[in-house]
Every structure is written in structure tokens, then in C-alpha cells.
């Protein structure tokens, strides 16, 4: 099975940055695909970054709401998947999750959460 143990979470002022990771265990072939989601209170999971590495290069997505502020990175390991947060704004706020998918995930697929087998307990980012 695929462990995932996010940190990095915390407290943050509108404008601060943060840098989350998730340390990735378990076979290599369930863990095709890394992403971050995040949930608010009352709302929704919803997806906010993912990454693959293919054998064309490295796929990065994101939501509307991170483009432009957030960077998500994979090792070649694929045991670390970074995200490095800027401009933090108080509807960022909520409980990070980074998930796995064994399969190659693109644009059209890559922010459902159905198609991620794999999930960490999640860490807390407020922006206040």
C-alpha cells in the first residue's frame, strides 16, 4: 500500500507563503500520479495542484485559484511531492491532502478525486 504523510501546514497572514510536502512509500506503480487537495469547512474536496512524470516530461495542473501562486513539485524518486505557496489568500484556508493515483492522470481527469486509490490524514493551512 502507499503512505502518505503530509507537513508543513500552519498559520499565515493574507500574502504569506507556506511549503508543504508529502513524503511518498509503497510501490512505484501505484503512485503514477501525486496531487494536493484541499478542503474548507462545509465545502467540498477540491483539487488544487498534480503532477506526473511521463516518459514525454513532467505534467503539472492546477486550479484556476493556484495558478500563477502555487508550484507543485515531484522528485524523480516520485517519495516527495512539494508545494510551494505564495500570495496566500484567507479562502486558501483549509486541510491540505496529497493523494496518489496509480494511473496516469491528464487535464480532463486529473481533479477528480475518484481517481486517487491512495490519501494522506492531511495538515492544516489557516490564512488569517
Known amino acids: 500500500d502507499v503512505q502518505l504523510v503530509e507537513s508543513g501546514g500552519g498559520s499565515v497572514q493574507p500574502g504569506g507563503s507556506l511549503r508543504l510536502s508529502c513524503e511518498v512509500s509503497?510501490?512505484?506503480?501505484?503512485?503514477?500520479?501525486m496531487a494536493w487537495f484541499r478542503q474548507a469547512p462545509g465545502k467540498e474536496r477540491e483539487a488544487v495542484a498534480g503532477?506526473?512524470?511521463?516518459?514525454?516530461?513532467?505534467?503539472?495542473y492546477y486550479s484556476d485559484s493556484a495558478k500563477g501562486r502555487f508550484t507543485i513539485s515531484l522528485d524523480s524518486t516520485r517519495t516527495t511531492v512539494t508545494m510551494e505557496m505564495n500570495s496566500l489568500k484567507v479562502e486558501d484556508s483549509g486541510i491540505y491532502y496529497c493523494?496518489?493515483?496509480?494511473?496516469?492522470?491528464?487535464?480532463?481527469?486529473?481533479?477528480?478525486?475518484?481517481?486517487?486509490?491512495?490519501w494522506g490524514q492531511g495538515t492544516q493551512v489557516t490564512v488569517s
Open positions: 493523494a496518489a493515483a496509480s494511473a496516469a492522470l491528464y487535464i480532463g481527469t486529473w481533479f477528480g478525486p475518484e481517481h486517487y486509490a491512495s
Open positions: 509503497g510501490p512505484i506503480r501505484s503512485r503514477v500520479f
Open positions: 503532477i506526473g512524470i511521463y516518459t514525454g516530461g513532467v505534467n503539472a
